[in-house]
């Protein structure tokens, strides 16, 4: 029986060592350390991109043989567990350990690999090829998280492995590189610092199509700089005209210092960042009309598949996210949404205002109005005042357990015209919050503590513990926060002013909230034509009525959804003939005429001069949207075959008035007809005055030395 156990425990103990890959370096910093060929060279393997193994890099195992590598593992690694991997490309020829970052490579369980001698003079495929060589080997050495593989790089290793990254995004999650970066296309150079045609960001001639094979790879990037790098701008260029226009997930990250420079806490937000788990509590483009994630107040859809909000006799119109979300941790939340006035209806005295509150009563949701802070709710409010061309802005914040500044930051917009949409990007989290607008911003008339314009005045960055240390620490965001867009009107009895979000996203990393919102009540008021139906959530509807629904939302309480529906009657139209010309009513705002059921180019007008056989109708549109469609009328010209005559010349035609006929002197009769064969006018001469006629189409007849030629005449 002892046996038995001892063999039990023999077997554990051995299983145990043949799981765990521990070190064969050690832990800690490990310098100019060799670290052998692979051990299976299938693992070498080609790139979609075009470039890397097989091809543009050299091979993998003699680079393995020809250079060595810095190392750091932190010392809790045992093999027992994967632990991520972040392989370095330095500018210089040294490894380049940066000791302000070692901390968060402990904390964040990630081994560091750097190659030796594969600095900015090194040719750049054998720079990436050592360092992709690197990772294919510590896979084979150390226990790696396949998940967690991760290239970074200081100012040209940086373009190195940023340009890494996008040739294998099969094996790295996302990069950090340090001040430089690159990208697989030109972009514009809005912030170039350098050079401004030198096109910095491009290394290598991507195909155009690359970026459809990338994007599903989702990977991550933090663009790490510092506020006086002279590659700011390129790194910007790279952010604002690449990232976020091509759909890649960025985060542009800014420190103190000259080019570089970086502290522990700068990385630490880079890491959280390529790590963020990315839950994306709404997703709302208002392509159909549904509102399931907000609960709103004077709230409509226009055409365009915009959530308008329009407050007639009303001082604000507003929508209020129904689901809660975390922000307060260090991977935050990312929401983005777009704005814009209405041209036609633009009032100077709205405002809009974007805020974050936090759920410190539930019974403060109900009923909540978003237009200014409370003394008793923490909360953050963006404020854009419309009161001249280019509107103020400004970035409250509310601690009702802190004695700080509410108004952090104020300004006002240099080159925003209200009449384009306006994106706003959030970036927040327990550090920070980053703004990023659509436009650019005037010299701040009020900039706290912690708060800075940057990135070419277009970003507003509040770093929390610079306005007060642990400004957030005693607050109750952990139960959750809810949002507010809020339109506001100082005037609620003159004429409708309304502002329209065609895009709300919001990203956190933890849904999990235990808090619930009382039951929630809103309103839709929406028109359709006749004949028409409404989508009201899963119900089709096409009679005007009052309609009611109730929702449930990821806290756990219902929202209770009105709906009065109307309907606009469709516009009814007639087509009369008269003189060849085809006319109706001419008091409705558009036209479109068909023949044959083909719409005609260019005839938009109450009336349509025919110069075809066959069925005519119009389609009319009316001030309310609605479109109708008149009767067919069958149109034949003429029942006589059209004779040309080169001996005789009539002009012009068509005419205003005046015609002429040319017999080259010889005698003549002619006389006109309408389309019915009617004689208008007998005894033509050889100048006339037609100009009392109606327009339309009528026939002429000249007869020269016994033979008759005939002409249609189309007189406008």
């Keep these: 029986m002892q046996m038995s156990t001892r063999i039990i425990i023999i077997l554990i103990f051995f299983s145990s060592n043949l799981v765990a890959q521990e070190s064969p370096f050690g832990t800690g910093q490990i310098n100019n350390q060799d670290i052998g060929q692979l051990d299976d060279a299938s693992v070498i393997t080609p790139s979609q991109s075009g470039f890397g193994f097989l091809g543009y890099f050299p091979d993998a195992q003699q680079?393995?043989?020809?250079?060595?590598?810095?190392?750091?593992?932190?010392?809790?690694?045992?093999?027992?567990?994967?632990?991520?991997?972040?392989?370095?490309?330095?500018?210089?020829?040294?490894?380049?350990?940066?000791?302000?970052?070692?901390?968060?490579?402990?904390?964040?369980?990630?081994?560091?690999?750097?190659?030796?001698?594969?600095?900015?003079?090194?040719?750049?495929?054998?720079?990436?090829?050592?360092?992709?060589?690197?990772?294919?080997r510590m896979q084979e050495l150390f226990n790696i998280d396949p998940d967690r593989i991760y290239t970074s790089g200081n100012s040209g290793g940086a373009r190195m492995a940023h340009n890494l990254a996008f040739i294998y995004p099969e094996t790295f999650s996302g990069g950090m590189p340090s001040c430089g970066g690159s990208y697989i296309r030109q972009v514009d150079q809005d912030y170039e610092t350098q050079n401004p045609d030198g096109h910095y960001e491009a290394i290598l001639p991507y195909a155009s199509n690359y970026l459809d094979y990338l994007l599903p790879f989702d990977q991550r990037i933090a663009n790490m700089t510092s506020f006086n790098d002279f590659r700011e701008g390129d790194i910007m260029n790279i952010y604002h005209n690449g990232v976020e226009q091509d759909g890649?997930?960025?985060?542009?990250?800014?420190?103190?210092?000259?080019?570089?420079?970086?502290t522990t806490e700068h990385f630490e937000d880079a890491v959280n960042y390529v790590e963020h788990p990315f839950l994306t509590v709404i997703q709302e483009d208002f392509t159909e009309t549904s509102t399931a994630y907000f609960k709103t107040t004077n709230a409509t859809f226009d055409n365009?598949?915009?959530?308008?909000?329009?407050?007639?006799?009303?001082?604000?119109?507003?929508?209020?996210?129904?689901?809660?979300?975390?922000?307060?941790?260090?991977?935050?939340?990312?929401?983005?949404?777009?704005?814009?006035?209405?041209?036609?209806?633009?009032?100077?005295?709205?405002?809009?205002?974007?805020?974050?509150?936090?759920?410190?009563?539930?019974?403060?949701?109900?009923?909540?109005?978003?237009?200014?802070l409370h003394d008793d709710i923490p909360a953050i409010l963006l404020s854009i005042d419309f009161i001249g061309p280019q509107p103020n802005i400004t970035v409250e914040v509310k601690n009702p357990n802190q004695p700080a500044t509410e108004l952090l930051f104020a300004s006002s917009f240099s080159d925003w015209d209200v009449n384009e949409p306006l994106p706003i990007k959030y970036h927040l989290w327990d550090k920070e919050l980053r703004i990023e607008l659509g436009a650019h911003l005037a010299a701040p008339t009020t900039t706290a503590n912690g708060t800075r314009l940057l990135d070419d005045a277009r970003s507003i960055r509040i770093r929390w513990h610079e306005v007060v240390s642990n400004f957030?620490?005693?607050?109750?965001?952990?139960?959750?926060?809810?949002?507010?867009?809020?339109?506001?009107?100082?005037?609620p009895a003159e004429s409708a002013s309304n502002l329209f979000i065609d895009r709300v996203e919001l990203i956190t990393a933890d849904t999990e909230i235990s808090t619930e919102i009382p039951n929630t009540t809103s309103e839709i008021n929406a028109t359709i034509c006749a004949g028409d139906t409404y989508a009201f959530f899963e119900e089709t509807i096409a009679e005007a009525g009052t309609y009611f629904t109730t929702l449930p939302n990821a806290?756990?309480?219902?929202?209770?959804?009105?709906?009065?529906?109307?309907?606009?009657?469709?516009?009814?139209?007639?087509?009369?003939?008269?003189?060849?010309?085809?006319?109706?009513?001419n008091t409705f705002p558009s036209y479109q005429w068909y023949l044959d059921g083909m719409a005609i180019n260019d005839e938009n007008g109450p009336t349509i001069m025919p110069n075809e056989n066959g069925d005519y109708y119009v389609e009319v549109t009316n001030e309310n949207g609605c479109m109708g469609i008149s009767n067919t009328v069958s149109f034949v010209s003429t029942s006589v075959e059209i004779i040309t005559s080169s001996e005789i010349l009539v002009y012009p035609n068509p005419t205003n008035g005046e015609l002429v006929i040319d017999t080259e002197g010889a005698n003549f009769k002619a006389e006109l007809f309408d389309i019915f064969g009617r004689l208008v006018v007998s005894n033509l001469k050889p100048v006339n005055d037609i100009s009392s006629l109606g327009?339309?189409?009528?026939?002429?007849?000249?007869?020269?030395?016994?033979?008759?030629?005939?002409?249609?005449?189309?007189?406008?």
């Design 63 to 136: 680079l393995l043989q020809d250079y060595t590598f810095d190392i750091y593992v932190p010392d809790d690694y045992d093999g027992t567990e994967p632990y991520g991997l972040v392989t370095f490309i330095n500018s210089g020829n040294n490894g380049g350990f940066k000791s302000q970052w070692l901390p968060v490579l402990d904390d964040k369980k990630l081994i560091w690999i750097a190659g030796d001698n594969i600095g900015n003079s090194i040719f750049i495929n054998i720079r990436m090829g050592v360092g992709m060589a690197a990772v294919l």
């Design 695 to 716: 327009s339309g189409i009528y026939i002429m007849t000249v007869q020269r030395n016994d033979h008759t030629s005939v002409f249609k005449i189309l007189k406008r």
């Design 304 to 372: 365009n598949d915009e959530l308008s909000l329009v407050h007639n006799n009303s001082a604000y119109a507003q929508i209020q996210s129904s689901d809660l979300f975390l922000w307060n941790d260090p991977y935050g939340a990312i929401l983005e949404t777009t704005i814009q006035p209405d041209p036609a209806n633009f009032n100077m005295n709205t405002a809009f205002k974007l805020g974050i509150w936090s759920m410190e009563n539930p019974n403060n949701y109900c009923g909540f109005v978003g237009n200014q």
């Design 555 to 585: 806290a756990g309480c219902d929202s209770t959804i009105t709906l009065d529906l109307s309907i606009n009657a469709l516009p009814t139209v007639t087509i009369e003939e008269m003189n060849g010309t085809l006319s109706t009513d």
């Design 472 to 491: 957030w620490d005693n607050t109750p965001w952990a139960d959750g926060a809810f949002m507010t867009l809020t339109s506001e009107k100082d005037v």
């Design 248 to 262: 890649l997930k960025g985060k542009f990250l800014e420190t103190d210092g000259s080019h570089c420079a970086t």
